[in-house]
Structure formats: structure tokens, C-alpha cells
């Protein structure tokens, strides 16, 4: 069974998982836990209240102390406190579990990412035809660019063909 927050005292260690843009592990300790409390959560339209027993837990991590509030029955919470989203943890478990789950969903987004690129990439081809068809102005931009585009191509070969003449030039000119 993994310890509750509200059970730990002053430099027991927990365990925080950092989800900003680079994933991060870091163990910190406890710097106090309050006694129980009443707290009554932000009342959302059309909801009765509810009363909550909370904690108050502050605890240290890299150096810096952060402060939450957090339900007595909890063992893992997440919070924003620490610039980026964070879980918190009694346990190093918890944290794994986090882990795998993190690597799933980033897993699945990719795969779905590589199944749309290709028909993003033929939704932008047909919306760039149909607009050519529609807006003359758009029409010329594009032609002008592609007539620029050949142009610089061309430009490429005819320099990649004179430094071959060159080449052999200075070729024959050694053998002579």
C-alpha cells in the first residue's frame, strides 16, 4: 500500500515526474504536512458543495520548496507549481506507471501524425489547385514561381556542365 501524504513527516522522500518539454525524474523530500483540514473545492454552476479533508504538503524539489494542497487520502498529485506539469508521488511506482502511460500516448501520436501527413500534404495540393483555378492573383504568384524555380535549376545544370569543361581543360592541359 503506498503512504499517504498526510502520513509523512519532515525528509521523507518523493518522487516527481516533470512533463515540460523534456521529461525529467527527480526525488525530493518532504519540508512539512499540515493537519487535516476542511477545504470546500470552487463550486462549479449547478453543483452542490462538497467538503474535502485536505493536507497542506511542502516539499523540496532541486532546491526549491512548493506547496499544495492535497487530499488525505492521496498518494500522487499532479501540479503546475513547478513551471510544467508535474506528478508527485509517494512512491516510485506511481511514477512508472506515468512513464509508460506518457510513452503510449506519445507513441500513438506519432503514428497517427505519419497517417495524416500524407493526406494533409494532398489536401494542401488540391486546396492550391482549386484556388489557382479561382484566384487569378494567386495564379500568377504561382507561375512566377515555378518560372523562377526552372530558371534556377537551369542555372545549376549549366554551371554543373561548365565546371566539367573546366575540369577537362585543365585535365588536357596537364597532358600536353
Request: proline residues 3%.
Amino acid at each position: 500500500m503506498n503512504s499517504l501524504f498526510k502520513d509523512l513527516t519532515p525528509a521523507s522522500v518523493i518522487y516527481a515526474l516533470i512533463k515540460g518539454d523534456d521529461v525529467k525524474y527527480i526525488e525530493g523530500s518532504i519540508v512539512s504536512v499540515s493537519q487535516p483540514r476542511m477545504n470546500m473545492p470552487d463550486m462549479k454552476m449547478g453543483q452542490l458543495p462538497t467538503m474535502q479533508n485536505v493536507v497542506d504538503v511542502t516539499y523540496s524539489l532541486d532546491g526549491k520548496n512548493y506547496t499544495d494542497t492535497v487530499d488525505t487520502t492521496a498518494s500522487m498529485f499532479s501540479t503546475k507549481n513547478t513551471g510544467a506539469l508535474t506528478l508527485i508521488s509517494t512512491d516510485k511506482e506511481s511514477v512508472v506507471r506515468e512513464l509508460h502511460a506518457t510513452l503510449k500516448t506519445s507513441e500513438n501520436y506519432i503514428k497517427e501524425s505519419e497517417r495524416e501527413v500524407p493526406r494533409q500534404k494532398k489536401r494542401i495540393k488540391d486546396c492550391k489547385t482549386l484556388i489557382m483555378q479561382l484566384d487569378t492573383d494567386f495564379k500568377e504568384k504561382q507561375q512566377t514561381e515555378e518560372r523562377f524555380a526552372k530558371l534556377e535549376e537551369t542555372q545549376k545544370e549549366q554551371g554543373g556542365k561548365l565546371d566539367e569543361i573546366l575540369s577537362l581543360l585543365r585535365d588536357n592541359r596537364k597532358a600536353l
